[in-house]
Nanobody, 115 residues
Framework: QVQPVESGGGLVQPGGSLRLSCAAS????????GAWYRQAPGKQRELVAT???????NFVDSVKGRFTISGDNAKSTMYLQMNNLKPEDTAVYYC?????????WGQGTQVTVSS
């Protein structure tokens, strides 16, 4: 069972930056794509960005130009660099390793953008 672990969330002012990390065992991201989702209070969970083993990336329109997604050389950690954060980015951010539709979610990390 793949169990990714997120870290890096916190409180940041509008315009600030955060980098989220998603750590998983082994070279998981050499074999499976990864994704970041987020869920704001009272809203459905939404897909934010994806990262394929070959390096291709995709982003939801609301974060294009502000967020980047990448992996480390060991292929065991995926990152979400978030710049120029806005209050509407406030949410719990979840990492998912795209092994199957129901597997493999992290526990989430809170990101709060507020002055």
């Amino acid at each position: 069972q793949v169990q990714p672990v997120e870290s890096g969330g916190g409180l940041v002012q509008p315009g600030g930056s955060l980098r989220l990390s998603c750590a998983a065992s082994g070279t998981i991201f050499s074999r499976y794509a990864g994704a970041w989702y987020r869920q704001a209070p009272g809203k459905q969970r939404e897909l934010v960005a994806t990262f394929a083993p070959g390096g291709s990336t995709n982003f939801v329109d609301s974060v294009k130009g502000r967020f980047t997604i990448s992996g480390d050389n060991a292929k065991s950690t995926m990152y979400l660099q978030m710049n120029n954060l806005k209050p509407e980015d406030t949410a719990v951010y979840y990492c998912k390793v795209l092994v199957s539709a129901t597997c493999c979610w992290g526990q989430g990390t809170q990101v709060t953008v507020s002055s």
